[in-house]
C-alpha cells in the first residue's frame, strides 16, 4: 500500500543513499558529490522551516509486505499559489528497485488528490524533459493534458532539451 507522510529526522539516511544514485540526482538536478554534511545541513532546513510554497510528501510502502514503513521517494506540490489556487507538481523516486512499479503513479493520484481536495487547488501544472518518456507518460496517465513544447529550452548533459508542460485543472481530475 502506498501513502504519503511528511518527512521526519528519521528519513535522512534513505536521502543520504539516493544522493548516491547518479541517475537519480540528475533525474532531480541534485548536484552529484553533495557531501554527507551539506545534504544534512539541507534536510535539517528543509524540516525546520519549510517553504511556505513547497507541500513535499515521502512516498512511503507500508501493510503486510512492508511491515516496516519503506520510504522509496517523495512527491511535492511547490510553487503554491493559494490566492490563484495553482501549484507545479513534482514526483521522484529514490528506491530504483521500485522504479515502473505503479508506485510513482499511487502517489501521484494521492498528491493529486490532496491538492484539489483539501487545498482547493483549481489547477496543478508539471514539466518534464523530452527525453524522460517515463515521466512524461506518468503524466497522462495521471491525467495531465498536454500544453505545450519549449523547444530546446534547458541543457541536461550537455543537450539541449524540449520542455513539456503539463497541466490539470480541477474538474479534470478522476481521483
Known amino acids: 500500500m502506498v501513502i504519503l507522510r511528511p ?9 543520504l543513499a539516493w544522493s548516491h544514485d547518479e541517475a537519480f540526482c540528475l533525474a532531480n538536478g541534485w548536484p552529484l558529490g553533495l557531501s554527507s554534511e551539506k ?26 509486505e512492508h511491515p516496516e514503513e519503506l520510504l522509496v521517494g517523495f512527491v511535492d506540490l511547490r510553487d ?24 510513482d503513479y499511487a502517489a501521484g493520484k494521492l498528491m493529486l488528490a490532496h491538492g484539489f481536495n483539501e487545498l482547493g487547488l483549481e489547477r496543478i501544472t508539471a514539466e518534464e524533459r523530452g527525453s524522460n518518456v517515463r515521466m512524461r507518460s506518468l503524466m497522462e496517465r495521471l491525467g495531465f493534458t498536454l500544453e505545450g513544447i519549449l523547444r530546446q529550452h534547458e541543457t541536461y548533459q550537455g543537450i ?16
Not at 539541507?42 to 524540516?47: D, G, I, K, N, S
Not at 522551516?49 to 513547497?54: E, Y
Not at 520542455?163 to 481521483?175: A, V, W
Request: charged share 25%; aromatic share 10%.
Open 160 to 175: 539541449r532539451e524540449d520542455i513539456y508542460l503539463y497541466g490539470m485543472l480541477r474538474q479534470e481530475f478522476k481521483g
Open 7 to 15: 518527512l521526519v529526522m528519521s528519513d535522512l539516511s534513505q536521502i
Open 80 to 103: 503554491l499559489n493559494l490566492l490563484e489556487k495553482r501549484a507545479r507538481f513534482r514526483i521522484a523516486i529514490g528506491e530504483e528497485a521500485y522504479r515502473n512499479q505503479g508506485v
Open 39 to 64: 545534504l544534512q545541513d539541507w534536510f535539517v532546513r528543509l524540516l525546520n522551516n519549510p517553504p511556505a510554497d513547497l507541500v513535499r510528501r515521502g512516498i512511503v510502502l507500508a501493510g503486510a
